[in-house]
């Protein structure tokens, strides 16, 4: 019987921290998102340290009830993309981009009240390009999963000249219109061109 090494207490002891680190995250998200109530209500918010004016809310209680229901799915979304170990979380950038750009946007709103941002108008035209460049991203990705799961092997497919409108590749065709060309009428013939098919 060999004896078996200690597990080196380092490296999970690393593991153990980050998950409960991330475990609290979660399990306090909603505290995280009801932050807001503490802060006051009317246009300026002062402290010892800064004050904040809320132009475009006219109330920081709105303004802050506004940036943490951006803030914390964004915070959730983050968590679950650096988590996930699926081979389509690059997907989950797609609503990352989507909240922090929503986020910039009123951030920008609420600080400079009387220019216009711009993005103010047609968000979704500015975000249509990542959207584009990710989901290409994941469908690249799924080939590659695909070919390593089923062992297919792309260059083959390029070789074989398969039409991808096609249930046949170019050379099935070829074997068919040559079998067709060299049967006569005949019924047993005619019937083992159909079973080929």
Not at 12 to 32: C, E, M, V
Not at 118 to 135: E, G, M, S
Request: one cysteine or more; hydrophobic letters at 45%; glycine letters at 4%.
């Amino acid at each position: 019987m060999k004896s078996r090494k200690p597990l080196s207490t380092k490296g999970s002891s690393g593991f153990l921290l980050t998950g409960s680190i991330i475990a609290i995250i979660i399990a306090f998200s909603p505290y995280i998102f009801y932050l807001y109530e503490i802060f006051p209500n009317g246009p300026v918010w002062e402290t010892s340290f800064f004050t904040y004016e809320s132009k475009y809310y006219q109330d920081v209680l709105t303004a802050a009830w506004t940036y943490l229901g951006k803030i914390t799915p964004l915070i959730l979304l983050l968590i679950w993309f650096f988590t996930c170990k699926h081979w389509w979380y690059h997907v989950i950038l797609v609503p990352i981009g989507m909240y922090s750009f929503q986020l910039v946007a009123v951030v920008y709103d609420d600080v400079y009240l009387h220019e216009q941002f711009f993005a103010d108008t047609n968000q979704l035209v500015y975000l249509a390009p990542f959207f584009i460049l990710i989901l290409s991203l994941v469908y690249l990705i799924r080939i590659k999963v695909f070919d390593r799961i089923y062992g297919i092997d792309l260059t083959e497919i390029e070789r074989e000249n398969i039409s991808p409108f096609s249930p046949f590749s170019d050379k099935e065709y070829e074997e068919i219109r040559s079998f067709r060309e060299d049967t006569s009428n005949d019924g047993e013939i005619q019937e083992e061109y159909y079973v080929k098919l």
